[in-house]
């Protein structure tokens, strides 16, 4: 297994955000790329989770046992048979137990060679911990995944890194479609995210004033752990993920200081 090359294929990509960032860190009033949501399109709205962007790698082996990676959003941390191990952020020790439940989980029946979950690890000793508990208490949302065949996998590996990352960087990740990926959350019994709401692509708002009005709606966290203070914003997605944008209060606050 060449984990170099797993790492790249299985990063998480950046999310732009949904204004433009110009200088000194405000936002500009066009929207990032020129693109907002066609009128015909559904916005699902879901809470932007602060803390670590971490990820759970199931590969398949030959003779059918579920082999398991756990990282962070740069680099990965620990392999199934302490393989690899890195402390860093927790992240890994407090996400075992979970990698060994998704080995013996309904996914095992599904027709994959790897399958790779998103989550945000959050609380414990990350920066924003105290907006989700007063005990440093850790915990996790899930919010993605995607799941890649044998043949293509094998094709992938095959590549040279520069061309792995080439593939991941321009969107050729096969994420889940929102419906299919909440109702496997569900059927894996994980905490997912939570969808705040969905909006008709001609009714999301598009000025910065409008849409910082519309952030305030959400501005208390959903996922506390023993509290519950403010949210760092939220994640806007079409169904297919092929339109994704993330909403921060500190940009649209640092925008409008005087």
Same mark, same amino acid.
């Given at each position: 297994?060449?984990?170099?090359?797993?790492?790249?294929?299985?990063?998480?990509?950046?999310?732009?955000?949904?204004?433009?960032?110009?200088?000194?860190? /405000?936002?500009? +009033?066009?929207? $990032?790329?020129?693109?907002?949501?066609? #009128?015909?399109?559904?916005?699902?709205?879901? %809470? @932007?989770?602060?803390?670590?962007?971490?990820?759970?790698?199931?590969?398949?082996?030959?003779?059918?046992?579920?082999?398991?990676?756990?990282?962070?959003?740069?680099?990965?941390?620990?392999?199934?048979?302490?393989?690899?191990?890195?402390?860093?952020?927790?992240?890994?020790?407090?996400?075992?137990?979970?990698?060994?439940?998704?080995?013996?989980?309904?996914?095992?029946?599904?027709?994959?060679?790897?399958?790779?979950?998103?989550?945000?690890?959050?609380?414990?000793?990350?920066?924003?911990?105290?907006?989700?508990?007063?005990?440093?208490?850790?915990?996790? /949302?899930?919010? +993605?995944?995607? $799941?890649?065949?044998?043949?293509?996998? #094998?094709?992938?590996?095959?590549?040279?890194? %520069? @061309?792995?990352?080439?593939?991941?960087?321009?969107?050729?990740?096969?994420?889940?479609?929102?419906?299919?990926?909440?109702?496997?959350?569900?059927?894996?019994?994980?905490?997912?995210?939570?969808?705040?709401?969905?909006?008709?692509?001609?009714?999301?708002?598009?000025?910065?004033?409008?849409?910082?009005?519309?952030?305030?709606?959400?501005?208390?966290?959903?996922?506390?752990?023993?509290?519950?203070?403010?949210?760092?914003?939220?994640?806007?997605?079409?169904?297919?993920?092929?339109?994704?944008?993330?909403?921060?209060?500190?940009?649209?606050?640092?925008?409008?200081?005087?």
């Amino acid at each position: 297994m060449d984990l170099k090359k797993i790492n790249s294929l299985t990063k998480y990509p950046s999310i732009l955000t949904y204004h433009e960032l110009g200088e000194r860190g /405000r936002l500009n +009033d066009a929207l $990032t790329e020129g693109q907002g949501f066609s #009128e015909s399109a559904q916005a699902y709205v879901y %809470e @932007k989770v602060d803390g670590e962007n971490s990820r759970i790698i199931l590969l398949r082996t030959s003779d059918g046992d579920i082999d398991y990676l756990i990282g962070s959003r740069e680099e990965l941390l620990y392999a199934k048979g302490d393989r690899i191990g890195n402390p860093y952020g927790n992240i890994a020790e407090f996400l075992k137990p979970l990698a060994e439940q998704l080995t013996t989980s309904c996914l095992a029946d599904e027709d994959w060679a790897l399958a790779v979950i998103y989550q945000e690890s959050y609380g414990g000793k990350t920066k924003a911990s105290k907006n989700y508990s007063d005990r440093k208490t850790q915990s996790y /949302r899930a919010f +993605d995944l995607f $799941t890649l065949d044998a043949q293509t996998l #094998e094709e992938l590996l095959s590549l040279p890194p %520069e @061309k792995i990352a080439e593939w991941r960087e321009h969107g050729n990740q096969p994420f889940y479609a929102d419906e299919a990926k909440q109702a496997l959350f569900e059927r894996l019994g994980l905490q997912a995210a939570p969808l705040l709401e969905t909006v008709h692509g001609a009714d999301f708002p598009t000025s910065l004033e409008d849409t910082f009005a519309y952030l305030k709606k959400f501005e208390t966290t959903q996922v506390g752990i023993d509290s519950a203070g403010r949210a760092e914003g939220i994640v806007v997605r079409t169904a297919d993920r092929k339109f994704i944008r993330k909403i921060r209060f500190e940009d649209y606050e640092r925008t409008f200081r005087k």
